[in-house]
């Protein structure tokens, strides 16, 4: 959960608040997770009442035109509304009946000297990535090219095995074993390592590898985004569709990842194989359709060799 204090003490060294009214109500005071998180916060309005008011200049400026009766009215409304706290931005000039109110209510009330723009940006963002819907998988998370590529399969595979290997060949680690995923966009799906597991890889027979340390600051990575999951199979011919029309994904948090099939087998480059397919990724994010543009070429070529209805 995400409360009011918490909230506050993240963002405290980006937007230096300073407390007008109710801190310690503020330690109690949670944001509803069930909200998006773009309606969480926003400039005064009484229609969204549930949702973090930001008074700025614009806001308390027409606040100092109404009489007592009428802005005791309003703050009524929105502590009826149920709102979780209100933030005076770019301005000090925090009105003194609503500080007054928000002692008296318990409702958090805050003061930055940020611009309400700049303040509600930046709450969103993160507010975006603190409640975004987050999973854990099991695989080894890595930066290939570029590319947020996961290596899953079944254990004893050699995921760990193959992500050495594409470390020794510059390729970055960001999470071994246990991936934290969150949705941060309607569209991106971001991983992390568990900071208990940062920058280790367990490899069979090694034990755990500090990879920092053996191959350099380079060679990790805090977060990717990912784009790419590569699943290991054991070396079964039957039931393996050797060139896949459709091209296979896999639903992580609602959202479509790409996906590719590689068989474990003796003699097979795993390394190699996952370089082409991240680079073949890449050329379809361009829009570049290797399988398509050869489908194509060959439906063409049926047509020249076909004999028209009016030949002998």
Known sequence: MLSIHDLVTDNQA???????ASENAAKHIELDYGVASADLIGHLNLIHPRR?????????????KFEASRRQYYL???VEGGVPAMIVAGTSQAPADLIDLCQQLNIPLLNTQ????????????????RLAPTTLMHGVFLDVLGLGVLITGE??????ELALELISRGHGLVADDAVELSRTAPNLIEGQCPPLLQNLLEVRG???LDIRTIFGETSVRRKMNLKLIVHLLRSTPDNFERLPIQQQTQNVLGVEIKQVMLQVAAGRNLA???EAAVRNTILH???????KEFMQRQALAIMENTPSSSDP
């Open 14 to 20: 980006r937007l230096n608040f300073q407390w007008l």
């Open 52 to 64: 973090i008011q930001v008074l700025g200049v614009e806001e308390i400026n027409y606040y100092f």
């Open 76 to 78: 009524t409304e929105l």
């Open 114 to 129: 940020h611009d309400a723009a700049e303040l509600i940006d930046v709450l969103r963002v993160y507010l975006a990535k």
């Open 155 to 160: 254990s004893g595979l050699g995921k760990s």
């Open 206 to 208: 090694l034990g755990l």
């Open 272 to 274: 190699v194989l996952v």
């Open 285 to 291: 994010l361009r829009g570049i359709d290797t399988m």
